[in-house]
């Protein structure tokens, strides 16, 4: 047995605090991907991340669907769910204003949540690890399998979206939605269906970040809204509508959070995402990689 | 080609326009002038479907179009370029154009695009040297150029101009009208807005003027140029 030494402690939370962080990047990329079509700010982005987990825990435990089968299938029921919100919470609202539109986000949400504690009740799942759970030793930190595979899902994401933004036509229809819907719509571009496009994403990424934490973290029906305050904490950190930011802030954010509890008081976790949040509003509103203009809320 | 018949636009409840009737026929460039706020950009927004509260008629080939939504418009072969150009000022040249010949990417058109951008580079060659460029650091008439070539791209039998030549030095004013009438020549139906009514009275056969709403004079392009009131109001004098 290696000797528990400061080193390998200080590694141990670096570990594990980016596993959470990769977490956290991932709710933060669904906010951007949404708040950049639309400037809305979607607080039920975290329970995407609950209902990927419990789903996943329902297919692949209760029903004994094989992995390979329970990981897509949990993602399109998501998916489904995300356009569900869209639909039913988002479009049909009149004349919406974004500030109204947030607070529809924050109601479904609520429902969600009842939803959820309804079928699951209040109890967290446990979810088998995807590749066993012996942990691999590095400079006397321990690594589960499992956060390579949050580490590796991340990447994956990133370069998918990479590859979508950058080189697909729809891609840059989104983009264009985001920069001027109406000079959009002008080229053809149809803005609701581009909107529903970015809460199928989101949410289709959500159900990722729960599947892949499941296991480490557990999951049940009431993380959501603090998974949605980090997720958020990570946006503003990063600069809000910025996908490197998002990564970047997320990983900080998660950093932080599992330095502070490791060496301060495990007590305050929660307590230093705020922190974060409220202190980069105080000395840069635009984040670390968002530009100033954007900042201002245009229709705020 | 485009009838438009006792047209009624508001926002919320003020009228931006109050019964307009105007008749572009085909193949011809028809120019509206006004002044600031004479309801010029409302119009045609209301034709391209950016703006759904009217009442009225809008006749495009004979059928009614009033309250489609403006992307199912641009399908049926009419583009707008909108006032203060509107590009995709993130995006690359290159991104911009491919998006005006989004309705042909969905169709996975390829030749038709290809034809198109090897066309809209032949008209705006300067485009084709900054394709890489983001489309924000062009300038001012380079960015009118990008705006009309990405109409352009979706094929568009009817083109809609909304002041293009806006904030625009005199050469290159001439240029784009230059272009305009290129275009013209070869096929494409122009409605034209304008506040500077000398140019657009020129490259057109027939004008209508709007004020506060309203259409208070229209004929020949040619006669209006002549006339005191217009010539008072609109040519300085
Ligand atoms: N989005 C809007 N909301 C409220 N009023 C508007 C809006 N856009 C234009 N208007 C008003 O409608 C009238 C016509 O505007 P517009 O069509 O832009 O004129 P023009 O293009 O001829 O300058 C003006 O009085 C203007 O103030
Ligand atoms: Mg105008």
């Known amino acids: ?300 | 080609m485009l009838k438009i018949e006792k047209l009624r636009a508001y926002y919320d409840t003020i009228p931006a326009l109050k019964g307009v009737s105007v008749e572009v026929p085909e193949g011809e460039i028809v120019s509206i002038i006004g002044a600031n706020g004479a309801g010029k950009s409302t119009l045609l927004k209301a034709i391209s479907g950016l703006i759904k509260t009217q009442q009225g008629r809008i006749a495009y080939k004979d059928q009614d179009i009033a309250g489609r939504a403006a992307n199912k418009i641009v399908a049926l072969g009419i583009s707008q370029v909108p006032e203060g150009r509107q590009i995709f000022a993130h995006l690359t040249v290159q991104d911009n154009i491919n998006l005006g010949a989004y309705l042909y990417f969905k169709r996975r058109n390829r030749a038709e695009i290809a034809e198109r951008m090897s066309e809209v580079y032949t008209l705006f060659p300067i485009l084709k040297r900054r394709v890489k460029q983001i489309a924000g650091t062009l300038s001012g008439g380079e960015q009118q150029m990008l705006a009309i070539a990405r109409a352009l791209m979706g094929r568009p039998e009817l083109l809609l101009l909304d002041e293009p030549s806006m904030g625009l030095a005199p050469l290159i004013v001439r240029e784009i009208f230059a272009v305009i009438k290129k275009l013209n020549e070869s096929g494409t139906t122009i409605l034209l807005v304008e506040q500077n009514a000398k140019t657009a009275l020129n490259v057109a056969k027939h004008a209508f003027v709007l004020e506060t709403g309203e259409i208070v004079l229209e004929g020949l392009a040619s006669d209006l140029l002549d006339n005191p009131k217009v010539k008072e109001a609109y040519l300085g004098g």
């Open chain 1, 1 to 300: 047995m290696e000797k528990i030494t400061f080193a390998s402690q200080l590694m141990q939370y670096l570990i594990t605090g980016l596993t959470v962080g990769s977490i956290y990047a991932m709710v933060a990329i669904g906010f951007n991907i949404i708040y950049n079509v639309t400037e809305i700010i979607n607080f039920a982005q975290g329970e995407f991340v609950m209902l990927g987990g419990l789903i996943m825990v329902f297919l692949h435990v209760a029903a004994g669907l094989p992995l390979l089968a329970a990981f897509p299938l949990t993602i399109i029921l998501v998916t489904l769910a995300g356009m569900l919100l869209d639909r039913l919470a988002i479009s049909p609202i009149r004349q919406p204003s974004v500030l109204t539109l947030i607070i529809a986000t924050i109601g479904a949400s609520i429902i969600i949540k009842g939803i959820a504690m309804f079928i699951w009740g209040k109890d967290p799942f446990d979810l088998p690890a995807f590749s066993g759970r012996n942990p691999i030793h590095l400079m006397g930190a321990v690594i589960q399998p499992q956060y390579l595979w949050v580490g590796g899902f991340l990447i994956i994401i990133v370069i998918l979206l990479t590859f979508f933004f950058e080189k697909t036509i729809i891609g840059k229809a989104m983009s264009a939605c985001a920069e001027n819907p109406d000079a959009a719509s002008l080229v053809g571009i149809n803005v609701k269906h581009m909107i529903l496009l970015s809460f199928s994403l989101s949410a289709a990424i959500g159900a990722v970040a729960g599947i892949t934490i499941t296991p480490i973290s557990l999951m049940e029906y009431d993380r959501g809204a603090m998974l949605a305050i980090k997720g958020f904490g990570a946006v503003v950190l990063g600069g809000l509508g910025s996908f490197p930011g998002a990564i970047l802030g997320g990983l900080i954010l998660g950093t932080i959070e599992s330095f502070g509890a490791g060496l301060i008081h495990s007590g305050y976790k929660d307590a230093f995402a705020l922190i974060v949040l409220l202190a980069v509003l105080f000395i840069r509103p635009s984040g670390l990689l968002g530009s100033v203009e954007v900042s201002k809320f245009k229709r705020f």
